[in-house]
Structures are given as C-alpha cells and as structure tokens.
C-alpha cells in the first residue's frame, strides 16, 4: 500500500512539548512560541511572525487588517482552498475569481488589471504547490492601483521567488502548519507581516483586541480591550511540536526534493508521449516540492485512472473544486471574464504519493501503474 501523504516526524517534538510541560505556562505566546516566531523571521526575512492556530486564522488576520467592510472586492484565483476566499467573505468581502496560468495554475497576472473596480481593496496571491506568483507582476499592478497584496503561501514555506521566501513579499503573507503541508503541527498557521504599519494591530487582533503583548513587553503598565479581535493564537504545546519541526525544514525540504525530481525524470517519457504534462516550475523559483501533480491528456477518465492506481493499492487524489462552482462561491462571490483555465486543469490534475520515507521502488511502481492506465506501458 501507498498512501497519499505520510506525516514527517522529526524526533524532538515530544522532548520539547516535555520541556513545554516543565516551563509551566501551556497558553500561547510563551518561549516556543517566540522561538517559533523568531526562527519565521529570520528565515523569511518578514519583519513580524504570529504563529497561528491555522493559516484559516491568519488569512482571517489578514482580512481585519486589510480593513475589508461590506462590499469591498478581494481578487483571488477559484483554483485554492476555501479559506482563501471564506477570511474575508466573514467580513462582508467579495471574492472576484480571475483565471490562473496554464503554466503553473496560479493566479494569471496579465488578467488582474481588468477585475479592479473601485471597489477593489485587495489581491491574494495562492502560491499553488509552493511554485511562487509572478510577485514583480502582481506587486507592480498593487502599487499603481493602491490595492494590498496577501501571499496565500500556506503551501511555500521554503519556497522563495528571485530569492526572497514566499509570503515575505506581499504587504502580508500566511503559512499553514496543517498535516499534510511540508511542516507540520497538527493544526498550525503563522501571519507574516511584511509593513511596519500592521505590526501593532496585528498584535492586537492576535490577542482578542487586547494590548496585552504590549503589556507583557511592559510598554504599557495595565492591558485593555483596544480593538476588534479574536484568539488567533496556539497553545505552547503546539509551538514546542512546530518548533522541532521547524529545525529540519532544510533537510526535510531537501529529501522532498529529491523525490519530487524522481518523479518529474521518471516521468518524462509520458510527457513526450503526450498523456500527461508534468508540473512547470519558472526559473525564478526555487520550490519546496509540496506535491507533485500531473494533468493527464483530455482523452482520459481521471476517475478510472485514479481507480486503476487504487486497485493498485496507490493513493493518487485529484484537488480543488474550484470555488466559483461550488455552491458557496456562488453564493457569496463572483468572477471576472472566463474560467477556463481553472476549469479544464482542475479536471485533470492528480496529485501523486510524496513523503518523506517514500522509497524510489515505490515511486517507479507509482509510475509504471500510472502508464499502464494511460496505455504507454
Ligand atoms: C492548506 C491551505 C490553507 C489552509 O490552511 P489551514 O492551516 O488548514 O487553515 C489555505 N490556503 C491554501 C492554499 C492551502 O493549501
């Protein structure tokens, strides 16, 4: 059997959730928290990280800070998840759905422009399989529209575009610690906050409308209720887990790598075959191999290739519904020009097995399953 996803363990989680437990102080935002926090800073070069429960929660940050009231419009690809969109539907926001690339299935940046109304406050930017935005594009359409861009990068952390780590180049960008991401906590999330201008009342927002961050730094001698706000943050239990995950990003990243390119060499020949198309990685991004997909040719089933791999005991799952179709996007958003793109690729993608421990026997039988029901092997 080969399932989907396998979750890393990197071995230390439960000595620090241990020292978490001797420490005393089990709520959020005490030493792993700030360890956390500081490792995210340093390594993404942002000037401010708040762990979160989710990147749910820190998209909902996003949406308080961006200022969205009823109304205002948000510029989103339909190919995400739903949180993208549901963060600032909660404050009255509308998704206006613009088609993605057929290069890398992420937001079309040369469709952007054409969807701004006055009404326009912001553009998400979803790096899909941590395989980066054009981030110049989009950053530069922002500007000369004084809109705010939010990098959805719950799939890149270790990503980065030109260099610079994904979710570090917008205004605000957010990661998802979730179990099937490259990094986990079980449930985890963190906002990175990229302008000065949001640092305090994101802190605010964080701490369900108090200053007490504030207070604990001892800048203000009493902590109050200063504004709207929630509880966005983890326990220190789920801080000490994300920590010793956070120590092997490197080395994790790496071995997920390596079964990534695996993957894209072995497949090669189905490609020039014309059966499928393999995933497209622009040379200005360095990727952190989330998953790895193929788009098989419009000729074939995906439910019958996808059966043909199960009867195989192979575990390949197909992604997004894309949210301009489904009942809620209907409801609460609406698109801009034709969908296209998003909905022939969405029909045709599957996400192969990718794991770290995944063996390059098991991804050759991945492989010659896959060719044996597209008719090439
Ligand atoms: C996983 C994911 C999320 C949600 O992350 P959670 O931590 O589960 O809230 C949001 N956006 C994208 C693109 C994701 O892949």
Not at 191 to 196: Q, T
Not at 212 to 221: E, L, N, W
Not at 274 to 303: E, T
Request: charged share 20%; net charge negative.
């Amino acid at each position: 059997m080969i399932p989907f996803n396998r979750p890393f363990l990197s071995g230390r989680e439960i000595e620090y959730i241990r020292q978490a437990h001797q420490l005393g102080q089990l709520a959020g935002n005490g030493k792993f928290t700030s360890e956390c926090q500081h490792w995210l800073e340093h390594k993404t070069g942002c000037i401010k990280s708040l762990l979160t429960h989710s990147c749910t929660a820190a998209l909902e940050m996003c949406a308080i800070l961006a200022g969205i009231a009823p109304g205002d419009e948000v510029i989103m690809p339909s190919f995400t998840f739903v949180s993208t969109a549901n963060a600032f539907v909660l404050r009255g926001g509308v998704p206006v759905f613009v088609d993605i690339r057929p290069d890398t299935l992420n937001l079309d940046e040369a469709r952007i422009e054409a969807a701004i109304t006055p009404r326009t406050r912001a553009i998400v930017a979803v790096h899909y399989a941590g395989v980066s935005c054009d981030m110049d594009a989009i950053m530069d359409i922002a500007r000369r529209h004084d809109l705010l861009v939010i990098e959805d990068a719950a799939q890149g952390l270790m990503s980065t575009h030109k260099g610079r780590a994904l979710g570090s180049i917008g205004h605000l960008g957010t990661l998802s610690f979730h179990e099937t991401k490259n990094v986990i906590s079980g449930e985890g999330g963190a906002l990175l906050i990229n302008s000065a201008d949001f640092v305090e009342r994101a802190e605010i927002i964080w701490e369900k409308g108090t200053n007490r961050s504030r207070f604990f730094r001892g800048d203000v001698d009493k902590y109050n209720w200063i504004d709207v706000g929630s509880s966005y943050l983890p326990g220190e239990i789920t801080a000490a887990f994300l920590l010793a995950q956070l120590e092997q990003a490197e080395p994790l990243t790496a071995k997920r790598q390596h079964c990534w390119q695996l993957y894209h060499d072995l497949l090669e020949p189905l490609e020039a075959a014309g059966v499928l198309r393999r995933p497209v990685v622009p040379g200005d991004c360095g990727h952190n191999a989330h998953l790895y997909y193929v788009l098989l040719a419009p000729l074939f089933s995906r439910r019958a290739v996808l059966k043909q791999l199960d009867d195989h005991g192979i575990t390949a799952v197909f992604h997004y519904v894309p949210l301009h179709s489904s009942p809620a996007g209907r409801r609460f958003a609406r698109s801009h020009g034709t969908l296209a793109t998003t909905d022939d690729l969405s029909e045709r993608l599957v996400r192969l097995p990718l794991w770290i421990g995944l063996e390059e026997q098991q991804q050759r039988f991945v492989v010659k399953v896959l060719g044996e029901a597209l008719h090439v092997l």
